[in-house]
C-alpha cells in the first residue's frame, strides 16, 4: 500500500521573502499550516468540519532543518502527512522538494494538540472520529525527539525590543497565529547580523496564547556560536514562546 502524503505547490512571491530574496521564517510556517489544513480536509478533519464542535488543532512546537535556501520565484512543492496520535499529541511531518523533486530543500516535524475553544481544554484524540490510524504513514521526516528548549533567567540574556499585540495578529481562534511568532523572534536579530547568515536549523515551543493588548517583551541569549535561544514573555513575565536558532554563513547565489 504506498504511503499517505499530501502535497501542494507553491511558487514563491515578493510578499514572502525578506531583504536576501530569501523564504521568510514566517512563510514557511504558513505554507506548512496551508498544507496541514489542506491534508486534514482530505482526511476528514479540516478546519470546516471541526468548528461547528468548536473545536480545533493547535500547534504547540514545530523545528525545521533547511539544507538549502528557497529563493523569490523559486517553485516548491510542500509535502505533509500526520502521524498516529498518542493520547493527546498530534504529529504531523513536513518536506519541502524542488519543484523537480530532486532536491530536498527543507524537512520538519511539529506537534499539535486538540484545544476545545470554549474551555480552553485539551482533547483526547479520539475526538477525531472515523481515522484508522493503522494505516497512518509512520516515516519520520526529521529525526528528531528533544521538544523542551531550555529557558533561561532574563536577567542572563538580552532583551532586544517590546511590542504590544494588535488586531492584525490574529487568526480564526483569535489568538496569535503561531506564524507571527517567527516573525516576532527573528526580529531579536538585526539586518547588519542577518545578511551574512543563513538560518540553518529552527526550533519553537509555543507556550501560552496571546491575546490582543498584551504587552511581549523578547530576550536574546547566544548559547554557542551562531546559535541563539529566544525567550518572549508577556506583562506578567509569563513564557509565552521560546526558540532556538542555528545559522550558518551565507554562500552568495
Known amino acids: 500500500m504506498q ?3 499530501h502535497v501542494k505547490e507553491f511558487e514563491i512571491k515578493y510578499c514572502e521573502t525578506d531583504f536576501k ?17 489542506s491534508s486534514a480536509d482530505e482526511l476528514g478533519f479540516g478546519y470546516q468540519s471541526l468548528k461547528p464542535r468548536g473545536i480545533s488543532f493547535v500547534l504547540s512546537g514545530i523545528c525545521c532543518e533547511f539544507y538549502e535556501p528557497i529563493m ?4 516548491v512543492a510542500f509535502k505533509t502527512w500526520p502521524l498516529p496520535p498518542s493520547y493527546v499529541a498530534f504529529g504531523r511531518e513536513y518536506e519541502i522538494w524542488s519543484k523537480d523533486r530532486k532536491r530536498k530543500l527543507c524537512s520538519a516535524t511539529s506537534r499539535w494538540c486538540l484545544l476545545d475553544l ?3 481544554k485539551i482533547l483526547q484524540a479520539k475526538e477525531i472520529f472515523g481515522q484508522d490510524y493503522s494505516t497512518y504513514n509512520t516515516d519520520r521526516a ?7 528548549i531550555t529557558a ?8 532586544r525590543y517590546s511590542m504590544t499585540v494588535a488586531n492584525s495578529e490574529y487568526d480564526h481562534n483569535l489568538h496569535v497565529n503561531n506564524t507571527r511568532y517567527a516573525d ?3 526580529n531579536c536579530f538585526s539586518v547588519a547580523e542577518l545578511k551574512k547568515k543563513t538560518l540553518k536549523r529552527f526550533q519553537i515551543s509555543y507556550c501560552k496564547q496571546c491575546k490582543e493588548g498584551d504587552e511581549l517583551r523578547f530576550y536574546r541569549k547566544e548559547t554557542a556560536d551562531d546559535e541563539y535561544t529566544v525567550c518572549g514573555v508577556n506583562q506578567f513575565n509569563e513564557t509565552v514562546v521560546l526558540t532556538k536558532f542555528s545559522f550558518e554563513n551565507r554562500i552568495k547565489l
Open 118 to 120: 470554549n474551555s480552553g
Open 21 to 37: 530574496d530569501e523564504i521568510k521564517l514566517s512563510s514557511v510556517l504558513a505554507c506548512f499550516e496551508e498544507v496541514a489544513g
Open 184 to 186: 516576532y523572534c527573528l
Open 3 to 5: 504511503k499517505y502524503e
Open 72 to 75: 523569490q520565484g523559486d517553485k
Open 152 to 159: 533561561f533567567g532574563l536577567n542572563d540574556g538580552e532583551l
Open 142 to 148: 526529521l529525526d528528531f525527539k528533544n521538544w523542551k
